[in-house]
């Protein structure tokens, strides 16, 4: 079949026009369709708040004994619906009191004073800048928020337990039973968890979200501060600026949140 | 091939056990079941999308729901006709079990019928069934 020049020029011609003309269709089409009606949208509460690195100053000069650490221990449990497990093997931590030994290996002197030695520490997820646990899950089922807060998506976690070896402070607990017979009270606020998941402090993400503070430091009679480490005139950064402060095994670089006054 | 007649008698025999449930239920078909709005579904009149839209695709509004809240943090939906509502499965008053609040009847009901076992509830409250 041979064409002449001008009938392949027509037909390019056309179907150049046929080309440019669909967009213009579609924009009317589209704008026909919702007639005038704003598309569904979804949005930050108004009350939401907002920083760039989320951190904690755990104040230990106000800590005299465990008794001081015990209501806000259970506080974040109870909304939070962790499971109280009697072996020690399945237990599920979000918060928890160590000794210095424990969370500061590698800063233990050999003559310590002995306030330090016997102090309850009180520790949690670091909410790492760098966090490992990250870089380790293989289903992004934990992530880091734009805020800072590394945080895990439970729908989206498998169970594999890479991000409990990769965190070195042990902040992550493992579901090895069924949660739900184990908590006394379910605070119907947040879910439970499933067997078979990883869970860890989220900074209260839920609490933040509505312009709340996070439950621990609510309750804990100004042993924790908490704010946007980001910010030059937040009260966690004031603090630190008055006060020698340390963090748990920072040598490793991943850069942790928490930050400790001794 | 004189066993013709066994073989034939035998697959009889074995359709006729095989297909019994079948026969058994042959024109029993259980009807539909009837979902039960709760008062406060009912004189809402709206959800956040159309009826038809949630009754054929609430699962996957659910499903973008949950990353929206949780990876992107956005929690509050405001409808095309300017409604508020939070993103939440069973947590408040303007959640899906604020207004829904008879799970039983309007979730469940539907559910067991056409046999899906959604695992929400492994995990999310219904604070009626809470003890």
Same mark, same amino acid.
């Given at each position: ?8 020029l027509k ?6 026009l046929?080309?440019s003309?669909k967009?213009?269709f ?17 949005s930050k ?6 920083a ?6 755990i ?7 465990i &008794?001081d650490?015990?209501?806000i ?6 909304i939070h619906?962790v499971p109280?497990?009697? &072996?020690p093997?399945?237990e599920?931590l979000?918060?928890?009191? =160590?000794k210095?030994?424990n969370a ?8 310590l004073?002995?306030?330090?030695k016997?102090l ?5 997820c670091?909410?790492?800048e760098n966090p490992?646990c ?6 992004k089922a934990?992530?880091k928020?734009?805020?800072?807060i590394?945080l ?20 992550r607990?493992f ?9 006394d009270e379910?605070a ?7 067997k078979g998941?990883?869970e860890?402090?989220?900074f209260?993400?839920e609490?933040?979200?509505v312009g709340?503070?996070?439950k621990?430091?609510e ?5 924790i501060?908490?704010?946007d480490l980001?910010?030059?005139e937040?009260t966690?950064?004031k603090l630190?600026?008055s006060n020698?402060?340390?963090r ?5 670089? =991943?850069g ?6 001794v | 091939m004189?066993?013709?007649k066994?073989i034939i008698?035998?697959?009889i ?10 026969w058994f239920?042959?024109g029993?078909?259980a009807?539909?079941p009837e ?9 809402a009149k709206?959800?956040?999308?159309p ?6 695709g #609430?699962?996957?509004?659910?499903? /973008?729901?949950? +990353?929206? /809240? /949780?990876? +992107?943090?956005?929690r509050?939906?405001t409808s095309?006709?300017g ?5 939440s ?9 604020g207004c #829904?609040?008879?799970?039983?009847e309007?979730?469940d009901?539907?559910h067991?019928?056409a046999?899906v076992?959604p695992?929400?509830w492994?995990? #999310?409250? +219904?604070p009626?069934e809470?003890k």
């Amino acid at each position: 079949m041979e064409k002449s020049r001008r009938s392949f020029l027509k037909i390019a011609g056309v179907t150049a026009l046929g080309v440019s003309a669909k967009p213009v269709f579609n924009a009317f089409a589209s704008s026909d369709e919702h007639g005038g009606k704003a598309e569904p949208k979804t949005s930050k509460g108004k009350n939401s708040r907002n920083a760039e690195q989320w951190g904690m100053v755990i104040d230990t000069r106000k800590i005299q004994s465990i &008794n001081d650490l015990h209501p806000i221990i259970s506080a974040c449990h109870k909304i939070h619906n962790v499971p109280e497990l009697e &072996n020690p093997r399945h237990e599920i931590l979000w918060i928890w009191a =160590t000794k210095y030994k424990n969370a500061f290996p590698g800063k233990e002197n050999k003559f310590l004073n002995d306030r330090i030695k016997d102090l309850p520490f009180l520790v949690l997820c670091n909410h790492c800048e760098n966090p490992p646990c990250v870089q380790a899950c293989p289903t992004k089922a934990t992530f880091k928020r734009e805020d800072g807060i590394v945080l895990m998506d439970f729908h989206r976690c498998i169970g594999c337990r890479f991000c409990m070896a990769a965190c070195p402070y042990g902040s992550r607990s493992f579901n090895f039973r069924d949660p739900r017979p184990f908590i006394d009270e379910v605070a119907p606020g947040f879910p439970t968890r499933m067997k078979g998941v990883v869970e860890k402090c989220n900074f209260c993400a839920e609490r933040l979200a509505v312009g709340k503070e996070p439950k621990c430091v609510e309750v804990s009679n100004g042993i924790i501060s908490f704010g946007d480490l980001g910010d030059p005139e937040s009260t966690v950064r004031k603090l630190l600026a008055s006060n020698y402060s340390i963090r748990r095994k920072q040598g490793l670089g =991943t850069g942790p949140s928490v930050y400790y006054i001794v | 091939m004189n066993d013709k007649k066994f073989i034939i008698a035998g697959l009889i025999i074995f359709f006729a056990v095989a297909l019994m449930p079948f026969w058994f239920n042959f024109g029993k078909a259980a009807p539909a079941p009837e979902v039960e709005l709760s008062k406060k579904a009912k004189d809402a009149k709206y959800c956040v999308l159309p009826k038809a839209e949630m009754k054929g695709g #609430h699962m996957q509004i659910l499903d /973008v729901w949950r +990353d929206t /809240v /949780v990876r +992107d943090g956005e929690r509050v939906y405001t409808s095309s006709s300017g409604r508020v509502y939070n993103m939440s499965l069973s947590t408040g008053e303007d959640s899906c079990l604020g207004c #829904h609040s008879n799970k039983a009847e309007f979730c469940d009901r539907c559910h067991n019928y056409a046999s899906v076992e959604p695992y929400c509830w492994d995990c #999310h409250i +219904d604070p009626k069934e809470k003890k």
